[in-house]
């Protein structure tokens, strides 16, 4: 089997995309104070690694499904452990016992891999950087973090269907680009 050779315009279009996303969420985190979002801002970056339009679509697409399930088992951990969860030994073994699907994962292939590392990333940060037994439990931070990525990374979806088409349009209207492509 032979890998498809792409052409220039691909990498160009590619390279173009890439710049234009990374830039544009760079300035909307930096003028806008984002500095608590920075999964979101990672996830922006995660998403944009396939350089390819349809590639990202696949990849906002299973971390908003992994983020999704790891903040179901977050709450569900502590929705289960209720007034308990200042106890460390049940705390540890809920944990453990919710990440144990997500291990599994790990093993059974890239997609399924995948949402398993976005889905242990979502359950383990709040339940380890906001909980404090007996205090203040991570509810709304759970919330806060998958609404954060799901924003982050629908915006940056779209913002990418535009960058595509635009540059696409803009390249085969050039006329340097039609002559290349002739040859």
């Known amino acids: 089997m032979t890998t ?4 220039d315009i691909d990498y160009i279009s590619q390279v173009a995309m890439g710049w234009v996303v990374a830039m544009a ?12 979002s920075l999964s979101a801002q990672a996830s922006i970056l995660i998403i944009l690694t396939p350089m390819t339009l349809a590639g990202s679509m696949a990849m906002a697409k299973i971390r908003i499904i992994g983020t999704a399930l790891g903040c179901i088992a977050g709450m569900a951990v502590q929705l289960i ?19 144990g699907p997500f ?24 339940l380890t950087t906001s909980l404090v037994p007996e205090q203040k439990d991570a509810f709304f931070s759970i919330l806060y973090r998958f609404s954060s990525i799901f924003v ?5 979806a779209m913002v990418m269907w535009v960058v595509h088409h635009w540059i696409r349009v803009m390249l085969l209207k ?7 492509e002739l040859n």
């Open 4 to 7: 498809p050779v792409k052409s």
């Open 25 to 36: 969420a760079f300035l909307v985190f930096q003028i806008g104070d984002l500095y608590d």
């Open 81 to 99: 452990l209720g007034s308990w969860f200042g106890y460390g030994l049940l705390f540890w073994l809920a944990f453990t016992i919710a990440m």
């Open 103 to 126: 291990c599994l994962w790990l093993t059974k292939g890239q997609v399924k891999a995948a949402i398993a590392f976005s889905a242990m990333s979502a359950l383990s940060v709040p």
């Open 152 to 156: 982050a990374v629908l915006l940056t």
């Open 174 to 180: 050039h006329p340097e680009v039609k002559n290349v």
